[in-house]
C-alpha cells in the first residue's frame, strides 16, 4: 500500500436520497479508512434530484441541457439550501455515526474552490451556445483546507456550490469539482459513485456493461448517443482527470454494498475502471 494514498471518492445526489443508502455509504468509507490509517480521504456530493424535488416545492422547473442544471437565481438558492441544508447535514450524520471524523462543508470554504460564470457554450446534443446561469467552472484550486483536514485527522465532505471573486454563489457541476481537485492534488484513484454501476453501451441492456473503458473510447461512446444524461459530463470530466495523470478512475454503483472499498482492493465486482 502506498503511503499517505489520497482517494477521492464522489457521490451523486441519488445515492443519497434514502437513509439507508447513506448508512451504506458511510459504512463503505469507513471501511475504506479502516483499511489503512495512512490514507487520505475526500468525499465531493451532488445533490441533483433534491434540488429538483425542492425546486418543484418551491414552484421551479428543472431544466439540464447536456447533463448539467440550468440555473436561474431562484434555483440557486434550492440549489444552496439542498446542498448545505439537506444533503451534507444528512450524509454527515451517516459518515459521523459510522466512525468516521467527517466535516461538511461547501467547496468554497478556505477558498478551496474558486468558481467563474460559465461563458455559454456549445455542448453535446444542442445547436446553439447554452447559458446555464449561474453554473460555475472552475477558476482556481486552493487545498490548504485539505491539507489542513487531513493533517487533523478529519474527512472533508464537500458539496459543490462555489463563490466567484465577487462574492457571487455559483452551481458547480459535483464531477467538474472532482476534476478541479484532481488538477493540484496527486489522487492514487478516484471513485465516482452513481446510479448505475459503470458504462453500457446501452443503458436499456445489462449485458452491455463494460468493465473496461479507455479514455480513447469515450467520445465515440458520446458521439454515437450510447451516453446520454449525467453519464456525458461525468465521462468527460474522467477524461480530463486521466489526461491530468490521475491513477485510476472507478464508476461504480451505490446499490453495491461495500464497492469503494472492493474497487480499492481489486476485489471482483460489477464497475467500470477507466483508464488513459
Ligand atoms: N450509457 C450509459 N451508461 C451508464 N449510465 C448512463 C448511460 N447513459 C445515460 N446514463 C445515465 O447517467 C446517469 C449518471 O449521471 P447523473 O444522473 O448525473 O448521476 P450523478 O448524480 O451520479 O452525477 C446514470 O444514472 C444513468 O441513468
Ligand atoms: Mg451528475
Known amino acids: 500500500m502506498v503511503k499517505m494514498a489520497k482517494i477521492l471518492v464522489k457521490v451523486g445526489g441519488e445515492t443519497l436520497l434514502a437513509a439507508d443508502d447513506r448508512a451504506r455509504l458511510a459504512a463503505d468509507l469507513a471501511a475504506v479508512v479502516a483499511a489503512d490509517a495512512d490514507r487520505r480521504l475526500c468525499v465531493v456530493h451532488g445533490a441533483g434530484p433534491q434540488i429538483t424535488q ?3 416545492r418551491l414552484g421551479l422547473q428543472s431544466t439540464f441541457r447536456a447533463g448539467r442544471r440550468v440555473t436561474d437565481a431562484a434555483m440557486l438558492d434550492a440549489v444552496a439550501m439542498a446542498m448545505c441544508g439537506q444533503v451534507g447535514p444528512t450524509l454527515l450524520a451517516a459518515c459521523v455515526a459510522a466512525g468516521l471524523r467527517a ?4 467547496a468554497a470554504s478556505g477558498g478551496l474552490a474558486l468558481g467563474r460564470k460559465r461563458p ?3 455542448v453535446p446534443g444542442e445547436a446553439e451556445p447554452v447559458d446555464y446561469g449561474l453554473v460555475a467552472d472552475l477558476a482556481a484550486v486552493d487545498t490548504r483546507l485539505l491539507d489542513a483536514l487531513w ?7 464537500l458539496s459543490s456550490l462555489v463563490s466567484d471573486a465577487h462574492g457571487q454563489l455559483l452551481n458547480l457541476n459535483a464531477d467538474s469539482l472532482v476534476t478541479g481537485l484532481t488538477r493540484q492534488v496527486a489522487f ?4 465516482l459513485v452513481t446510479g448505475v454501476p459503470g458504462v453500457f ?4 441492456d445489462p449485458t452491455t456493461h463494460l ?10 461512446l458520446i458521439a454515437s448517443g450510447a451516453v446520454q444524461g449525467g453519464m456525458i459530463v461525468k465521462l468527460q470530466e474522467v477524461q480530463e482527470i486521466l489526461a491530468r495523470g490521475a491513477g485510476t478512475v472507478w464508476i461504480v454503483g451505490y446499490r453495491t454494498p461495500h464497492a469503494i472499498a472492493d474497487a480499492l482492493a481489486g476485489l471482483p465486482g460489477v464497475r ?3 483508464r488513459a
Open 103 to 106: 466535516v461538511s462543508t461547501p
Open 120 to 122: 455559454p457554450k456549445v
Open 54 to 56: 425542492l425546486g418543484e
Open 201 to 204: 453501451r446501452d443503458l436499456a
Open 211 to 220: 468493465p473496461e473503458l479507455r479514455a480513447a473510447e469515450i467520445d465515440g
Open 151 to 157: 493533517a487533523a485527522g478529519l474527512v472533508p465532505l
Open 272 to 274: 467500470t475502471r477507466v
Open 188 to 191: 492514487a484513484d478516484v471513485v
